[in-house]
């Protein structure tokens, strides 16, 4: 029987032992760590450039801190299990000091930013976003450290559907295959038979779908099983309690809209209006998140949901009560981590080959055994 609770755990392979395991052997970086640098920022050049034509974006600043008060920071679940960096500014001899916190992602930010760039239907922003994410198992794909193209788009009413979440969501597909085709330019070498180039097409599939495909499995089971199908998937209505009573995954209550109803193509009943995008990492042998993101919140969803995961007392706050009081946009928005996507279109085995950031002292030993070298 499965262990719910195990299964609903925070990210991260769990112990050094399995990971020992799950590393490839024989392992050889495609690039220098010199190659490596200049093909980081070629990709991220195109993906920011790219994304802000195809979804209509503009560059803006991002905190890395925020006033704990003002409710904006990412809480990242709904369990209380990963908690942000929390640190007292005395200033003014603590006459006028700040509760502040680091930031887990921009996620509730971007859609406060929105009114105050003034953005209208259709237009939205982009963010070069920094975290600190402390309560990460540390392994090849999670790290204290944490880069996302933080995006947030406005729009009306009228697209809060599955119809256009799908469509957005084509879009930041076709720029993460332009950055591919881009960077195998760059460095012909990236081409190889031995790791197959991304579809062109992305697949998507409901949660509930993937439930009852694979009633036995837990949830990182159903995506590595529905990957070795599709090899790139788009996982719909994540959060939402399925029929056996859990969500795919715990998500917070307060930002993605995972409790609207919507429908299927086929006309089945269904809830939620976010997802993630996953694809099958061929050097890693493993499932591999890119974004995760959706159609946010309007006062209703927001109330449902925030009682669904009893944090109603939280709607005092004041992100929460500008949201209630439509005093900001609706949107649509989600967050492509960049180590992880520089990662995959790499061909690196690991997120220190990519980003410099913390690991444990068995971590490093593990991947000087494996020959993946981390950047330190």
């Known amino acids: 029987m499965l262990d719910k609770k195990a299964d609903l755990a925070g990210p991260g392979i769990g112990n050094y032992e399995d990971l020992a395991q799950t590393l490839p052997d024989g392992y050889g970086s495609v690039l220098t760590p010199r190659e490596t640098q200049i093909a980081v920022f070629a990709i991220k050049d195109y993906i920011e450039e790219n994304l802000c034509r195809a979804l209509n974006l503009m560059r803006v600043t991002v905190p890395l801190i925020v006033d704990t008060e003002s409710g904006v920071n990412d809480l990242l679940d709904r369990d209380g299990s990963r908690t942000p960096v929390q640190f007292l500014i005395p200033n003014d001899n603590e006459k006028n000091p700040v509760d502040a916190q680091i930031v887990q992602a921009a996620t509730k930010w971007k859609r406060m930013a929105l009114k105050q760039f003034d953005m209208n239907p259709g237009e939205g922003l982009i963010t070069d976003m920094r975290a600190v994410r402390k309560d990460y198992f540390l392994d090849h794909d999670h790290s204290a450290y944490v880069d996302q193209w933080d995006w947030e788009l406005a729009v009306t009413e009228a697209q809060r559907t599955l ?190 080959e990519v980003s410099v950031s913390v690991w444990p002292r068995i971590l490093k030993e593990i991947c000087d055994q494996k020959n993946i070298h981390v950047l330190g």
């Not at 590595?224 to 009573?245: N, R």
């Not at 109603?312 to 992100?319: F, G, H, M, R, T």
């Open 163 to 352: 119809g256009f979440l799908k469509a957005v969501i084509e879009k930041i597909w076709n720029v993460i295959k332009g950055a591919e085709v881009h960077i195998q330019g760059v460095f012909p070498q990236l081409r190889s038979g031995d790791h197959p180039d991304l579809p062109d097409e992305l697949t998507f599939i409901h949660a509930e779908d993937l439930l009852d495909r694979y009633p036995d499995l837990p949830r990182k089971g159903r995506e590595t099983q529905i990957l070795q199908e599709y090899q790139a998937v788009f996982i719909c209505g994540i959060g939402w309690p399925l029929k056996d009573g859990y969500p795919h995954e715990m998500r917070a209550a307060d930002y993605d809209d995972w409790s609207t109803d919507t429908v299927a193509d086929d006309g089945r009943p269904m809830h939620g209006l976010n997802g993630d995008i996953l694809v099958w990492n061929h050097v890693t042998r493993r499932r591999h998140e890119l974004m995760s993101g959706g159609i946010r919140v309007t006062p209703v969803s927001l109330k449902l949901q925030m009682e669904m995961a009893g944090q109603s007392d939280l709607l005092q706050l004041p992100y929460h009560q500008a949201i209630l009081k439509n005093q900001i946009p609706l949107s649509i928005g989600g967050g492509i981590g960049q180590s992880r996507t520089h990662m995959l279109l790499l061909r690196k085995a690991h997120l220190g």
